[in-house]
């Protein structure tokens, strides 16, 4: 257990960063089943490159030759810190690039959304001969800078303003684990520059209806010691939404769904155990109104470990 | 299984858990909450638009010049019952039976419909071109298929409105309400019957009253211009447009505003009048102005033989121009002749020093794009999926209409000059596209990308310009204190298209040059038709 709470929280960003993604994506933090102890920071910097070629316009699959593989690359800084030993505090914030390999659209980039999230470790307790612990974790993402939503698929971002309720289960039995989540996430209205738009009807207004979003992840695997090593399958559905009619371009209300599989590693250096370095990739098996992306992400974390500091400071009491 | 007990044997310091517990409750309450306490509605300008109370009811615009009408009684309007009859008894009493219960639903509906008819068949036009305003996906082997008439169900759905097409069906449509109602003017004038809520005190107005005699109803013929138009038009959106037309015509008899009589005579008489711009539009030269491939390759050899880089599709697969005979198309504010009379001097030549200079402002503007330029890029983008740029104008010139208070025959005469000149702004427009066969800049220097979708046609001139340049002339004409305003629109319009990096500057001016001279003939149409006397 004490192993377990060592772990920095971030490897599973991943799979947010493809979220939205027709594209980009949107960084969130935090589907698994970590904590950082108390006066401990995790921080450092991730990599995620998504591309995809083929996409989907409502059902119907397709690809462009128009735009070839569209790439959507981040740079994200990022850190976990631990409040208490069941309480972390996440933020994240990328900077994302879009570009089209054919084609003569012109991509963009830009600092998106900064993320902040709280991560409750809620319960625990053994069960058989594993555990079952349970986390809540609720947080807010909103735009940092001012980018537009409505140039997709080279947005940066879709620029709403979330709120996102999570609920994480995890059991875990010697060194293999079972982790799964749900997150609802209320999204914003956002506006546009334009001062009319069509979804299924004409819109006099600039501003755009974003229906809400629901996430589910499951995710299994190995951890151990410095090494975690999963299989992770998740799935996206936009609670409303419309379909890009053929041909057409992609829309940020459109009906954005998906499922990824993938699979991820966490490595502790042994030479110098803060330092740790991740890995992983996903695929988008089914989507609507999405890229089939492939996304791959790297990262490198440092612990740093204030608690010393704070004892010392607390002694001079 | 687990226990309780369990749990709290594996929580080491229960106190301070139980204090975090609480405060993360509240948390999550106050964030549950939230989001449920924001309201996402969003209000729609188009919803808001107030009743239309004309400021003056123009009883005399029956004596206006029409369009293709030969005079008022080309179509003859029959005398309609007395009001002492029967008849008419009766239909107030269909009246009354609506008014005993109506409906939330039915009095929004009315609501909706008082804004005005031209109004909210405009709106209408503007959402139908937007659905059908997309390219057609292409066939298996590369070629496209091309929409057609007689199957309009079968993909690629009929029609694809793109800008050319959207300007054309706009100006029919306007043109064809205008001289319906001029023609009901005339009748109205002549047979003089009130409208119900005057001839019966029981009945309540849920529209604002008129003075003006109530058959044939000018609702009534303005929706029958639009049933009928939008069959050669939209034809596979009859079934949608009727159902409009039914609630727009009884939400005129709920509203005590017209007895069934009123819409019927109207009605005819707005088929009868669209029925001669049918006949015009099947052989103004559009349905043929798609041109073949013989004629696409006899543009480009003849842009080689200038010694000029012809345009090239820069779509993948490569797709043929969109619809390079369009400025073939029969004009309606002068003579078909009279386009190349308009025709612009010719784009810097390819090889010119000055055709580089351009071409590198392009390709900074593509390089250098910042946030404010984007906006402009992406205001006034109109592209596909969306109403084009004359549906803009059409949407701009609707919000500042309403302020006018006009009559529908007044706005119906303005949407139709505004629309005119944008179809003629467009066969201008189309003419000099063809007849000089730029290439775009990014298909000269491929380091130049776009910022918004690159057309599938010659650069010089841009359309949006030339739409612009006429659309912002005539309205400037029309209401003289918004001239900043407009010309301020159409210069940005044009610029966004410098800022997009899918024009040069020689495109944007010359295109605004040509959309102001069109603009100045659309003035000496609207100073010659009678309605500002």
Known sequence: MKMLQAKCPLRTLLIAVVLFAFLPGKAQTDLDALMMKKNRLCAGFMYVHNSWDEYWEGTFKRDNLNLGTVTTQMIGVMGAYGITNKVNLIFSLPYVKTKASAGTFSGLDGIQDLSLFGKWQAAKWKAGKGNITLFGVAGISFPVSNYTADYLPFSIGLESKTLSLRVIGDYDIGRFFVTGSGTYTFRDNITIDRDAYYTTQMHYTNEVYMPDVMLFNLRAGYRHSVLIAELFATSQKTLGGFDITKNNMPFPSNEMNMTMVGAGFKYDMPFHKPLSVIGGAGYVVKGRNVGQSLVLNGGVFYVFDFSRKTKSAESKK | ?533
């Open chain 2, 1 to 533: 299984m687990c226990s309780i007990s369990a749990a709290k044997q594996s929580l080491p310091n229960q106190k301070n858990n139980a204090i975090m517990k609480k405060i993360i409750v509240y948390i999550y309450l106050a964030v549950a909450v939230l989001p449920l306490s924001c309201s996402k509605s969003i209000s729609d300008r188009s919803h808001d638009f107030p009743a239309l109370s004309p400021a003056n009811i123009d009883l005399n615009a029956g004596e206006w010049l029409p369009i293709l009408l030969t005079g008022p009684t080309e179509f003859p309007v029959e005398a309609p019952a007395a009001i002492t009859t029967p008849a008419y008894a009766a239909e107030l009493n269909e009246i009354k039976g609506w008014q005993q219960s109506l409906t939330g639903e039915q009095k929004e509906k009315i609501k909706y419909w008082s804004a005005g008819a031209v109004l909210r068949w405009n709106e209408i036009m503007r959402q139908l071109v937007a659905k059908y305003n997309l390219p057609p996906y292409q066939n298996p082997d590369g070629t496209y298929p091309a929409p057609s008439a007689a199957n309009p169900f079968a993909y690629p759905y009929f029609p694809f409105a793109n800008p050319p097409y959207a300007a054309r069906a706009y100006a029919y449509v306007s043109a064809a309400m205008y001289d319906a109602l001029v023609a009901a003017h005339h009748y109205k004038k002549l047979y003089n019957r009130a409208a119900p809520y005057t001839v019966d005190e029981t009945i309540q107005a849920y529209v604002p009253k008129s003075d003006l005699p109530s058959y044939p109803s000018e609702d009534a013929v303005v929706a029958g211009v639009a049933v009928e138009l939008m069959k050669l038009l939209f034809p596979t959106e009859l079934a949608f447009v009727q159902e409009k037309a039914d609630e727009h015509m009884r939400s005129r008899i709920m509203a005590g505003a017209n007895v069934r009589s009123d819409i019927e005579a109207g009605m005819a008489l707005g088929k009868a009048v669209a029925e001669k711009f049918t006949v015009r539009a099947r052989t103004d030269g559009a349905g043929t102005s798609g041109g073949n491939p013989t004629i696409w390759k006899q543009m480009e050899d003849d842009c080689i033989a200038r010694g000029e880089m012809p345009w090239i599709s820069q779509e993948a697969p490569k797709r043929p121009p969109m619809l390079p005979l369009f400025g073939k198309v029969q004009p309606f504010l002068f003579d078909a002749a009279d386009v190349v009379n308009l025709r612009p001097g010719p784009p810097p030549s390819t090889s010119s020093e000055l055709f580089k200079k351009e071409l590198d402002e392009v390709l900074w503007y593509s390089e250098n794009y910042d946030r404010e330029r984007l906006r402009i890029v992406h205001f006034w983008a109109d592209g596909i999926a969306t109403p084009t740029p004359p549906g803009h104008w059409n949407a701009i010139a609707t919000e500042e209409f309403i302020k006018q208070n006009w009559s529908e025959v007044r706005w119906a005469r303005n949407m139709a000059i505004l629309n005119m000149a944008m179809m003629d702004a467009a066969i201008c427009c189309w003419d000099a596209k063809f007849a000089y066969f730029n290439p775009r800049p990014s298909q000269v220097n491929p380091k130049i990308k776009t910022l918004t979708g690159l057309p599938n046609f010659p650069s010089y001139t841009s359309g949006h310009s030339t739409f612009s340049g006429a659309a912002a002339t005539f309205l400037s004409h029309i209401l003289p204190s918004k001239e900043n305003t407009f010309q301020a629109m159409a210069l940005e319009a044009s610029l966004s298209r410098l800022y997009g990096a899918i024009h040069y500057r020689a495109d944007i001016e010359a295109g605004l040059e040509v959309g102001n001279n069109i603009g100045q003939l659309a003035i000496a149409r609207a100073q010659s038709d009678g309605a500002d006397q």
